[in-house]
């Protein structure tokens, strides 16, 4: 049973614009939550993550939001740039640290 | 050195084959992770070993047969495998494990492909 989702396989943004992405989860078990990006033939990288007590956190152009009323978050990407073009994985751990993927985004930034 | 290394980089083994997939990182991380993933699908846990202790076994098959032989080094042995273990094998690393904040640092993986 897939506790972490992401409905939108993929996503199609222009250079300079914001790219959002979307994730949901079901267990509320849940405190710690991470975004990682991956290329084609290599390991996931660790992005950007957000702890259940906040509700944003902001890394440069990255920023993530969270709902834990609505166990839903996003990732915010502004402005979207070419090299930003990956898979993006939404991750969710519980007390342990046992991570849990979403199915993940391709992102693709156009010129 | 923020690196995990994977060897080898590509594998593909027969069924009756026995090889070995290696992972090693000079962070100082005292948990090592392998997952898998297969195509258009998210990375799965298989083990966690935590202080070269093993700590998760998320019902793997006993083909698959992990080995950490010290806390920089995680191996996992691969025996009578299946078509359908075909995939991207990865390995991961963090400091402690065992807490929810502890940031997974992923190697490149290993593809494998069985025949």
């Known amino acids: 049973d897939q506790q972490v989702k992401q409905n939108s396989p993929s996503l199609s943004v222009q250079e300079g614009r914001i790219s959002i992405l979307n994730c949901d989860y079901t267990?509320?078990?849940?405190?710690?939550f991470l975004w990682y990006k991956k290329y084609p033939a290599e390991g996931p990288t660790f992005l950007i993550s957000?702890?259940?007590?906040?509700d944003k956190n902001e890394d440069g152009r990255f920023t993530v939001f969270l709902n834990k009323s609505a166990k839903h978050l996003s990732l915010h990407i502004v402005p979207s740039q070419p090299g930003d073009s990956a898979v993006y994985f939404c991750?969710?751990?519980?007390?342990?640290?046992?991570?849990?993927f979403g199915a993940g985004t391709q992102v693709v930034v156009t010129p | 050195d923020t690196e995990v290394t994977q060897t080898p980089k590509h594998l593909v083994m027969g069924m009756t084959n026995k090889k070995s997939l290696k992972c090693e990182q000079h962070?100082?991380?005292?948990?090592m992770y392998w997952y898998k993933q297969k195509a258009k699908k998210p990375p799965e846990l298989m083990f966690v070993?935590?202080?070269?202790?093993?700590?998760i076994n998320e019902s793997v098959p006993s083909r698959f047969s992990p080995e950490c032989p010290n806390s920089s080094l995680l191996n996992l042995h691969l025996h009578a495998l299946q078509p359908e273990d075909s995939a991207l094998y990865l390995c991961?690393?963090?400091?402690?494990?065992?807490?929810?904040?502890?940031?997974?640092?992923f190697g490149p993986g290993t593809r494998l492909t069985v025949l």
């Open positions: 991961a690393s963090s400091r402690r494990g065992g807490r929810a904040s502890d940031e997974q640092f």
């Open positions: 267990n509320s078990m849940f405190d710690y």
């Open positions: 957000i702890s259940s007590i906040k």
């Open positions: 991750a969710a751990t519980d007390s342990w640290g046992k991570l849990q």
């Open positions: 962070m100082g991380h005292r948990a």
């Open positions: 070993y935590s202080y070269e202790k093993l700590s």
